[in-house]
């Protein structure tokens, strides 16, 4: 009796020390490139993993529109999501997440204000629901010999430019109007007249139109669309209506320049993403176009990580804000009637915690490792994410640098500034909206029903068809 119950001791103290040291489990979900995961396994999560005695496993969600199937797939046992600013209130709304109050306390909530920018875009109600993970906007990009080609040659051009307007406008160019050397300081007119020069002047043996931005058929399309709502002072309520003068002067503006073949004609009928437009910037196919930070981190190149770069000289290309919006219309003084500014929307992923995440404070542990003073440094460097930390924002390597990484981080976070607190909305509804206004753009745009009989763009009818065929459908999703 005493050998057995000698042995019972032990294995109950083996099997209590056993338990005792098991690894707990984490699970998160992830949409990111392959150089970006394996990055946050190798050199974030491993340590974390040895440091905490925990073993993390990562799932990567392939689409964004798959993010709640996963969530159920995985449920009760994922303890953190990667989630774009545009789905994540719908999530909240079905009560796929939990807020940050319900376990954190006080001190904790202080630390996470004082440490991270931003973090009001993800509250409501006085509760915290998001952890950022990284933010974003666009910024426009140019060849710096092309812009200065065009800034000594478009008068060549004037009296083409100005009847071609005429049957656009009624009128032409705004009065006094000349070209800026500056990109900086252009609005919608001057991206016009400099994608018009370059357009009639041969380069590498032909003619054609050199700006473009985004035409595939997902979201980055729509979001450069809504861009414009705001640069035409629209605010919410506007671009959640589809409906005004902001929304119809940036579908006009769309239909201008399409029709006016400022924009490329392939990126039109090839559906351009991303990767076309970096290939158009190498084979100078494209010599302006508005990207957001990590697209410039493609284009430029950083030679690790997958990034090798798709062009030569960096030193010709230019970054700047944003256009600023204005209308199409003119004055009876040839004046712009509109004017509109350079604030685009602020957007980007957060980290949301799942209803049932089995250990909530290890999840926010684990976000509080990813985003370290240590790891943002080298993850915004070498993945060109804006930084989320209110103390790697003032620090010399990041901002002060003279090189393109830090000009772009400038630019970037100026255009941020510049935002002002331009969000999209946040509604359950808004991914559906997105998509209308996608819809949209590849009916008035893409496949220029931009007038009854083919013709220059007629604002009337831009209208009409917004109002028949488009906002209709937001105005059901709005009801619901």
């Excluded at 109950?12 to 392959?34: P, Y």
């Excluded at 196919?285 to 690790?304: H, W």
């Excluded at 003084?333 to 604030?343: C, Y």
């Amino acid at each position: 009796m005493n050998r057995l119950r000698f042995i019972f001791i032990i294995t109950f103290c083996v099997t209590l020390i056993s338990v005792c040291h098991a690894k707990k489990k984490v699970k998160i979900l992830i949409h990111m490139t392959d150089a970006q995961k394996t990055y946050l396994i190798n050199e974030v999560i491993k340590p974390f993993e040895k440091a905490n005695r925990v073993k993390v496993t990562v799932v990567s969600v392939p689409a964004v529109d798959s993010i709640e199937a996963f969530l159920k797939q995985y449920e009760g046992e994922a303890s953190l999501v990667k989630i774009p600013f545009i789905k994540c209130w719908s999530l909240v709304r079905s009560g796929d997440l939990i807020a940050l109050n319900s376990f954190l306390s006080e001190e904790d909530l202080s630390a996470f204000y004082d440490t991270y920018i931003l973090t009001w875009f993800g509250e409501k109600k006085g509760y915290q629901f998001f952890l950022p993970r990284k933010y974003e906007t666009r910024i426009m990009l140019y060849r710096i010999s092309k812009v200065r080609d065009a800034v000594l040659k478009w008068a060549t051009f004037r009296d083409t430019i100005n009847t071609l307007l005429k049957t656009i406008n009624g009128h032409g160019l705004p009065r006094a109007y000349d070209l800026e050397d500056k990109p900086e300081l252009w609005d919608y007119y001057d991206v016009f007249v400099a994608g018009f020069a370059w357009s009639q002047l041969p380069y590498n043996g032909k003619k054609a139109s050199r700006v473009a931005h985004r035409a595939k058929r997902y979201t980055g399309t729509a979001l450069r669309v809504i861009d414009r709502v705001y640069q035409c002072r629209g605010d919410s309520l506007a671009m959640l209506r589809m409906y005004g003068d902001p929304v119809i002067d940036a579908f006009e503006w769309e239909a201008v320049y399409a029709y006016a073949d400022i924009y490329n004609k392939r990126m039109l009928e090839e559906e351009w993403s991303g990767k076309d437009i970096w290939e158009g910037f190498a084979s100078e196919d494209v010599f302006l176009s508005f990207m957001t930070q990590i697209d410039c981190f493609y284009l430029f190149g950083t030679g690790s990580d997958g990034l090798t770069g798709y062009i030569d000289d960096t030193t010709d290309i230019g970054v700047a804000l944003m256009p600023t919006g204005c209308s199409v219309q003119l004055d009876s003084s040839g004046n712009i009637l509109r004017n509109g500014s350079k604030a685009t929307t602020t957007g980007g992923w957060w980290w949301g915690v799942p209803k049932d995440c089995p250990d909530p404070k290890l999840a926010y542990k684990l976000f509080l490792s990813m985003t370290s003073r240590e790891n943002q440094l080298k993850e915004c460097v070498r993945f060109g994410m804006i930084p989320i930390r209110k103390d790697i924002l003032k620090s010399k390597q990041i901002l002060f640098s003279d090189n393109w990484i830090s000009k772009v981080f400038r630019t970037s976070y100026r255009q941020i500034q510049a935002n002002d607190n331009n969000i999209l909305p946040t509604i359950p509804q808004l991914d559906k909206i997105v998509e209308i206004y996608l819809d949209a753009w590849i009916d008035i745009v893409a496949s220029r029903n931009w007038a009854p009989d083919g013709g220059p763009p007629d604002r009337e009818f831009i209208s009409s068809r917004i109002i028949e065929k488009h906002s209709k459908r937001v105005a059901k999703y709005l009801r619901k």
